[in-house]
């Protein structure tokens, strides 16, 4: 928002806010989130569980720090370098 000359002071996190916000639930396997990030090219993911609630942010280097298979992170994360012109959907 101040990039755009916003007032801080004066303006609400709605008007700055990602409007499609995309989110992976916390009972998902590790390949089909890190599928999500590629796909949508999108570095981390707020988690939620099947009541919908938040209960963290998984980014893609939680996903390069753990035991996942280093081939889907790597893949996830050159998908998500990839530059396109397209901004990504809700889905979930």
């Known amino acids: 928002g ?3 000359g916003k007032d ?5 996190a709605r008007e700055i806010m990602t ?3 995309l989110y992976c639930y ?4 590790i390949d089909e989130v890190s599928q999500n990030l590629g796909d949508n090219q999108i570095r981390r993911l707020p988690v939620l569980n ?7 942010i ?4 939680d996903l390069a720090q753990s035991d ?15 530059t ?9």
């Open 68 to 82: 996942a298979e280093s081939e889907k992170v790597e893949e996830a994360l050159s998908r998500i370098s990839k």
């Open 8 to 12: 801080p002071k004066k303006t609400l």
């Open 2 to 4: 101040t990039a755009e």
């Open 26 to 29: 916390d009972d998902q396997t």
């Open 50 to 56: 099947r009541q919908k609630r938040l209960i963290g």
């Open 84 to 92: 396109t012109n397209h901004k990504p959907e809700a889905r979930m």
């Open 19 to 21: 409007p499609n916000v």
């Open 58 to 61: 998984l980014s893609l280097g």
